[in-house]
Structures are given as structure tokens and as C-alpha cells.
């Protein structure tokens, strides 16, 4: 008789043995080839990420040459754009939630040469997301965090409140998925993922203390971006951010997929999420007896990278001092419609911090009063470079 992995023995209908006995040889089979099939598709995955990697990179040079991955951002600097571009390697960045809008920002910031990256889900990857641009198909399964980093350096990975279980049993997280792409990209940048509910008692808890101490110095974050899809996990992060006086970043895109907004939150000084609830939140409702079974939101990935880009570019803006970060910036996909405007705090928010937040920041404006040049609007940087006024080549 041939054997073969995949061959499944023939059960004979013996009238000495039970129903009960075959039923148990079968399961005990289907669970070796499941088995087998989850180790082989480990082994493909293993085979992607070992090819050809580049060394890790101590400090970001200008020089012009195809083996540099950092010389056209350091171009910024020549161009008069950044003064010091090399400041990003210090910086360190949370991102909760791994989905549409947050692989391709968390992929964006890798690129840019971020120093750390915290990466939040509790998700796993399935073929439904095919349509965002990060996942890919043999990542069906894994969770979302996962698929950016596992199995890569310079990568810590948390499953607080989880059990632990090997991978062919539970898949990899988001998280996971998304550092194992990510470190791949850039070997330089340090990621540390959650694969959590970061809504639940215990992993708020665990989820403040990281954004409080999980900077590459042990101190605060310089930012947190919000690419999460549900109000619960917004209310989470702004009470945390009310109650750290953290900065971060609201990011969404409509249930049509043909319109998005990102916010900047500074607690005190701009409307938190609290201030101006939306009226699933005002109301109380639960949102998940919202959903109906068999339907599902709209998704463009066009929409979800446009909202990234502005998410991304609004953080960098802010935290390398170049332009001007907004406020509050829309886009409406149907009519190409950018709204700007400045959500102001709301006296009478719900979140105690956040009236404490706008205390504080009254106190510093009497102390400190904008001066006249504080309040103008910044004149655009001159570009610089030395074959046209318009800064191309």
C-alpha cells in the first residue's frame, strides 16, 4: 500500500467496532492533517520573510546613492522642508487598531523611519480584508497585528487577558501579521504589539500604562493615532488621553467608504471626542445591536489610504515642525471637498479630565497670552534647490 501524507486509511464497516470508534479514528486524522497543513503554511510564510533582508541602519545618511532607503527623505531636509529629519528615530508612535486605515498608516510610518511603533488590536486577518492594501491572502487567519512583525527582531509582542496557544491553533493577530511585514520593510524601527481588547477593564489598564511608558526612553508616547472602526474603543482612548493629557489623533472613514475626517485632540485646548459626541454615543445605545447579520459596511481601499496619507502627514507635520497641522480636516471622496475648521472644547463635556484639562489650559493662557506673531498664520516654507524655483527636478 503507497503512503502518503495526505493518504486517509479506509475504515472497515467491522460489525465489532462502534460507530463511536470510527467517528474517533476519522476526527483523530482530520486533526493530523490539520496538523500538517498549518505547518506547511508556517513554513511558506517563514520562506516570504527569509529572503534577502538589508542590515539594520545606526544612523540615516543623505547620501545619494540606490543602497540608501533614507536619501530622499533626507532630501527633505536639503529642500528646507524638515531641519531635522533624523529626530523621527527618537520618536515613538501608538497605533490602535491594525485595519484599513491603520496597517497602511503604521506602514507609512515604518517607512518613514519611525523610531517605535505600539500596534493595538485583538483582531485576526481574514480574506474579508483583502480589499485593504496591507494584508495578503496567506495571512487569512492570523490576527492583524501579526501579520505586521511576528518571528522578526527587534519585536515584543504582548496577549494580555489572552490565553496562550500555539499558532496553527489560533492563527496570528493583526498585530502580529502587521509587524511581520513591517520589521521586513525596516529592520530599524522597534515595535512592540497588543493583541487585546483594549475596551475591557483589566487591558485599559495595561493599555494606559503603555502609552504612559512604552517610549523608547520608558516616558510617554509623542503620539497616538486612533485608526480604530467602533465608538466603544474611541470613548477608550479619549478617557485615557483626557486623563494622561496625552495628545493624539482621530482618525475615521464613513460607513459609505466615499468619505473620511481626521482630528487632531489636545486635551483642554480642542474638542475631545466627549465634547461633541456622535448621537450613537450621545443616545447610549450599544452600538453592536446595531449590526445585522449579513450586513456589512462599505469599503473602498482608495478612501482608507487617502484618510491614512492625511493622518500620517498631519502627525509628521506636527511632530518634525514643518506646515501646519490641522485641526480638524474632512474629505468628501464625491465632490473632492477638504473642510477645515477647530473644534472647540465643550465646557460642559461629560469627561471630569477633560473640564480639568480645560482649566489647565485656561490658567496657561492668562499666564502666557498669545503673542501677535503666535496668532498669524505661517507663510509657506521656501523651496530650495538648485535647478528651479518650483523644487523639482
Known sequence: MLSSPFFVPQIERNPLRGEAEMTSALEKRVQELEAMVAG??????????????????????????????????????????????????????????????????????????????????YDKVEMANMNRLFFQPHQSGMSKVSSHQSGMSKVSSHQSGMSKVSSHQSGMSKVEAAAAT???????????????????????????????????????????LSCVDNFEARMAINTACNELSQLWMESGVSENAVSGHIQFIKPGWTACFACAPPLVVASKVDERTLKKEGVCAASLPTTMAIVAGLLVQNALKFLLGFGSASEYLGYNALNDFFPTWTPKPNPSCEDSHCRRRQAEAEEERKEHPPTGAETEEPSATEVVHEDNEWGTS
Open 40 to 121: 506547511l503554511k508556517s513554513a511558506l510564510d517563514q520562506s516570504s520573510l527569509n529572503g534577502p533582508r538589508r542590515q539594520e541602519i545606526k544612523e540615516m545618511s543623505a547620501e545619494v546613492v540606490d543602497s540608501n532607503p533614507y536619501s530622499r527623505l533626507m532630501a527633505l531636509k536639503r529642500m528646507g522642508i524638515v531641519k531635522d529629519y533624523e529626530r523621527i528615530r527618537d520618536l515613538s508612535i501608538a497605533v490602535i487598531g491594525v485595519g484599513g486605515v491603520g496597517s497602511v498608516t503604521a506602514e507609512m510610518l515604518t517607512r518613514c523611519g519611525i523610531g517605535k511603533l505600539i500596534l493595538f488590536d
Open 182 to 224: 513591517l520589521s521586513f520593510i525596516n529592520p530599524d524601527v522597534e515595535f512592540e504589539t497588543h493583541n487585546y481588547n483594549i475596551t475591557t477593564m483589566e487591558n485599559f489598564e495595561h493599555f494606559m500604562d503603555r502609552i504612559q511608558t512604552g517610549s523608547l526612553t520608558g516616558g510617554p508616547v509623542d503620539l497616538v
